[in-house]
């Protein structure tokens, strides 16, 4: 068993330091077409991960599965939802992004959902 946990540490640390050679494209020299893919990755994880726990709460904390995730009628009034807000509020303040980021998420999920 410590063979195995050595070995396990050891292939991590190699494999670690040949990932630490490569270019990191988080950083500030970012282009804009590597921020808007992080961005557009985040808002897909952030989608996923909302929708499985609002699944897993009503659903006596099991997982669905992508399809059950993929509530085409709630991904809608959520989109909805999203835009209202968008309109309410002021472009540039906390609540115009927030809303932005959930229609973001919205359209993301309805595109995977087909």
Known sequence: ?????????????????????QQ????ADSTPDQKARRSSAL???RAINTAESAFASRN???YGTLKELLDTGA?????????QRLSENEKGSADFARAQKDKDRAEAFLAIAG
């Open 24 to 27: 990191c494209l988080h950083g």
């Open 75 to 83: 991904l809608k009034e959520q989109l909805a939802d999203a835009e």
């Open 43 to 45: 808002s897909v994880m």
């Open 1 to 21: 068993m410590r063979l195995l946990v050595a070995t396990i540490i050891a292939s991590a640390c190699l494999t670690g330091s040949a990932h630490a050679q």
């Open 60 to 62: 006596q904390r099991q």
